[in-house]
């Protein structure tokens, strides 16, 4: 699933969650108790799914942050010297961009 899915999901996940309490919050005065269980279930299931989702959501992000800093090791001690090489010209491109402010 690419990233972009992921976020679209989650949002959509959100403003399920965010619309249902809006509900449960907005109506609670008026509703009978049968209809208040109902909306009440219902907002701890949308709850339930997004700290759900929420979870998997961190644990592929932990996942993809140590795949991506393995890969720099590697190619850091693979290529020590290109890599000072690119990290003094990022270093030369940032002190010019602060200068100028």
């Excluded at 989650?10 to 008026?30: C, H, Q």
């Amino acid at each position: 699933m690419s990233k972009d899915t992921t976020s679209e999901h989650l949002r959509a996940e959100l403003k399920t969650l965010a619309d249902t309490l809006e509900e449960v919050l907005s109506t609670s005065s008026e509703k009978s108790k049968t209809e208040l269980d109902k909306l009440h279930s219902k907002a701890q299931s949308a709850l339930k799914n997004t700290r759900a989702r929420l979870g998997d959501s961190g644990e592929r992000i932990a996942q993809t942050t140590r795949e991506a800093a393995d890969r720099a090791d590697v190619y850091v001690r693979d290529n020590p010297w290109t890599s000072v090489g690119i990290g003094a010209a990022v270093g030369v491109v940032l002190g010019v961009l602060l200068t100028r402010r």
